[in-house]
């Protein structure tokens, strides 16, 4: 979940590109940073520092070649002793890693009764130890084979070594990029970090070693020693799409850039879905996974599917979803759906799923990443590159992507298309001030409560989950979504005076129960949000949203909102990075 940055080439600024990266990469993990160069007389230089990049300065400088990374603990807690890079007992080898090394207990005890001295609670430190080890009696090149091959999990690694200039990274499955400039690479866990300098990437597989020198790349298999052709490929991301432009945060930003994403959806993606609508279709079993928000937009699918297509279609989130894949077989169909392509929790059954022969369809935003790779074929969101952790505009873009592949299932991918660039309409009209000053006002009057509770039927159920999580992650407020059928048989014994209860009540045939449910609330003292077309008396405050017949991708952008009015107003530090979360969850 960590970011890394690394350069190697011929600009003598390279701790400041590095620091620039590690900001551009901070939404990965942001406890702590720390940077390696090599000084102007060749030897490791490092500075590490606890707290968010950007409030602390950068005091390295000059360097061609130098490694970074930015934090976020699993193993030890947030000291500046546990910031990356660490570093063997002669102070010649530069470590960083992403990952968990599930063995590292062993292999510490180890390397201590070989007299090596640990200043960190990291699983990582065993790395530059174990390095120290096998160089006293190998190239550098075999010692970190050797090294890597002793270490259990999933992992990836980035070395300087300060004798040859070199860096090596090798990787078992966390993601690693390298980007090829002029005289110079650039090695990243995320092409974010790259794309400013650019677009010609190389996605590393597991178990290959790159070895970069001074404009130099050599490839080659961690296990067979054979040597690898480079594959770099060019991507058309542009650098514009990660500023935060006239934004004061991310999330805002794109929050605000779902019209655009819709349309494009709607726009440039109907030959492609139209395409893959039948490997749904001939599949023996379909099931969606996810995790978090793309969990609950897998849920939606269920519904929109059974709605639209008329087909059933199993969801389950990621997590739990290898403990159900007893009965896959080479015709089942797996859709995953992720923003970063690099979730743990789908990548362990993804893998799993393909051995027992099943196929993957994945709908991912990010171009090269793990599931990207590892499906068999792919719907791209084209949402780009999505930097607040909570996510906002690739929770639109799935469901619009699941919609559009049950119009086309139902051969009616064009009305499918025609409802996209509707609710694209609406979702502007939802931006402009007439909405957000109401939303506004509702946030300062709901700040100070502990709970608040949303309720939805049917496609609504699952916004009313998205809403929920939306709020609790970025205002810290507890919040839960809830099946309005459900409120009777358990959480109704919650609602108090002034409680603040969301109901979401679209025109559709969950419209009368839905509104009969708020009443129940109300009659305890709930405190009625109404997100409808109509007003109703039973609502206290009433957003407007109005029916494109899509509800799903409409109505989560009052909540969306919502969230984030409310953590300005409670005064959370920074809404894009909330406390304890992190955006690519690449550890269990
Ligand atoms: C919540 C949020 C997370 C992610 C989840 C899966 O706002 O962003 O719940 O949805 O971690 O991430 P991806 O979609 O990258 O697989």
């Not at 639209?308 to 997590?319: E, K, L, Q």
Request: charge should be positive; glycine fraction near 8%.
């Amino acid at each position: 979940m960590c970011g890394i940055f690394g350069y190697i080439g011929t600009k003598t600024n390279a701790p400041e590109m590095i620091f620039k990266g590690l900001q551009t990469l901070e939404y990965r993990g942001y406890d702590s940073w720390g940077i390696a160069i090599l000084n102007s007389n060749q030897k490791l230089q490092r500075q590490r520092q606890t707290g968010k990049i950007d409030k602390k300065q950068l005091k390295l400088s000059g360097g061609t070649i130098g490694i970074g990374h930015t934090r976020w603990a699993t193993h030890g807690g947030v000291f500046e002793k546990n910031a990356h890079p660490h570093l063997d007992c002669n102070e010649e080898i530069a470590v960083l890693h992403n990952g968990i090394i599930e063995n590292y207990q062993e292999l510490k005890e180890e390397l201590l009764k070989k007299g090596h001295h640990f200043t960190s609670d990291t699983d990582t430190e065993v790395v530059p130890h174990l390095l120290e080890e096998y160089v006293k009696h190998s190239p550098i090149k075999n010692a970190v084979k050797k090294t890597f091959q002793r270490l259990r999990g999933l992992s990836a690694l980035v070395i300087l070594y300060q004798r040859t200039k070199e860096i090596f990274v090798v990787k078992n499955g966390s993601p690693i990029v390298i980007g090829k400039g002029q005289d110079e690479y650039f090695i990243a866990s995320d092409a974010v970090g790259i794309l400013p300098y650019t677009n010609t990437l190389l996605f590393l597989n597991d178990h290959e070693l790159a070895i970069l020198g001074e404009n130099s790349l050599v490839l080659e298999h961690i296990d067979t020693d054979k040597h690898i052709k480079e594959y770099f490929e060019t991507v058309s991301w542009q650098q514009s799409h990660v500023t935060k432009g006239n934004y004061k945060h991310f999330m805002l930003k794109e929050i605000a850039e779902q019209p655009q994403v819709i349309r494009t959806i709607a726009k440039t993606q109907k030959e492609l879905i139209e395409k893959q609508a039948p490997r749904i279709e001939h599949a023996f079993g379909t099931f969606f996974i996810g995790s978090g928000t793309a969990s609950y937009a897998c849920l939606a699918g269920t519904y929109l599917f059974s709605k639209i297509a008329h087909i059933h279609v199993n969801m389950a989130p990621a997590s739990e979803f290898m403990y159900l894949e007893d009965f896959l077989t080479p015709d089942s169909l797996i859709i995953p759906l992720s923003q970063s392509g690099e979730t743990i929790d789908i990548v362990e059954p993804l893998t799993r799923a393909k051995k027992k022969g099943s196929k993957i369809l994945a709908i991912v935003n990010t171009l090269g990443s793990t599931i990207y790779r590892l499906a068999d074929q792919t719907i791209l969101l084209q949402a780009g590159p999505e930097k607040a952790v909570a996510s906002t505009k690739a929770y639109t873009a799935k469901i619009a992507v699941l919609t559009y592949l049950a119009y086309a299932i139902a051969k009616d991918s064009q009305t499918g298309q025609k409802k996209l660039l509707e609710s694209a309409q609406e979702i502007q009209r939802l931006l402009k001030p007439n909405t957000t000053k109401t939303l506004r006002s509702i946030a300062k009057k709901i700040a100070r409560h502990e709970h608040v509770y949303l309720i939805g039927r049917g496609m609504s159920y699952a916004t009313a989950l998205e809403g929920a999580l939306k709020i609790k992650e970025v205002s810290y407020i507890h919040a839960e979504g809830l099946a309005g059928g459900e409120i009777k048989h358990g959480p109704i014994a919650l609602i108090d005076k002034g409680t603040p209860c969301i109901v979401i009540a679209p025109q559709d045939e969950t419209h009368a129960a839905i509104l009969s449910n708020a009443m129940e609330l109300k009659s305890r003292g709930g405190y009625i949000i109404g997100i409808s077309p109509k007003n109703s008396p039973i609502f206290d405050e009433w957003i407007q949203v109005k029916d494109t017949g899509i509800p799903l991708i409409t109505q989560v952008i009052p909540l969306q909102l919502l969230g984030y009015f409310l953590s300005l107003q409670r005064g959370v530090a920074d809404p894009d990075k909330p406390r304890n979360l992190a955006k690519s969850v690449t550890v269990k």
